[in-house]
């Protein structure tokens, strides 16, 4: 009598998944963030960078061998101050997002753990500072206190609190009302040890991805400053300083003003958008 052998054979392993490769859109932002970023670090660096030296013999020089995105009116190379420009935008990111992270988080974090007249006089407090006109108390403080990234930054970062503060208060008052959190409370966890082991964790991930939306802010904020004239004094390059110098140019030469355009838009283009693909896994993990 034959038998018939199953060609089915029991698997002696789980399965391994499948890493999914990211989207096409998330590879080019990251790709286009790390050639901002590196080039902001290292090319100044270089022997032969100098965003302030002007070469004469070519005011405003179509982009070309030698000046790749052309020179402005007095012959300085636009793609050396541009990426000068970004180091002044990210100094100025950095130092907002640490403003508002560490201010907001702690206030979100008290707010939504103690709740009651905590919640009511943070709520207030973070109310009266979203009513107050960003841009023009900046530009009132830089006025008084001189132009600078210390300065700008902090200040930017201030005005960020407010939405660091709802964003993480949210998440607590969340994650209070979870099963973890009501069984370390009911076997006596200390309200500090919980606050450390199980709740910072998880608003520290919700923080975090909201700082892409920060660091935008940040960035456009500073740029509007520059290009109002209340940013880095001229001939120090930002962004939206260089966009500013090239304003009376744009019929003849308007590379000067478009080149740091582009390179601010894509570059907030590409925060946006990495920041949106972050969120959306987060609000996935908080609704289960």
Known sequence: ????????????????KRRRRPPAGVLAAAAWLAVVALAALLLPLLPGFDPL????????AAPGPGHWLGTDASGRDVLQRAIAGARASFAVAGLTVAVGLLGGGALGVAAGWFRGPVDKAIGFATDLLMSVPTLILVMIAVSLRGPSLPVIGTLIGLFTVPAFTRVVRAVVLSLSERGFVQAARMIGTSPARILRREVVPHVASAALTFAFTATTVAIVAEGSLSFLGFGLRPPEPSWGGIIAEGRTTLGSAPWISLAPAAVLCLTVLAL?????????????????
């Open 53 to 60: 030296h002007g070469d004469f013999a070519a005011p405003s």
């Open 272 to 288: 946006n958008y990495l920041g949106e693909r972050l969120r959306s896994p987060a609000q996935k993990g908080q609704s289960r």
């Open 1 to 16: 009598m034959t038998t018939v052998e199953s060609t089915l054979a029991p698997p002696t392993a789980p399965a391994r």
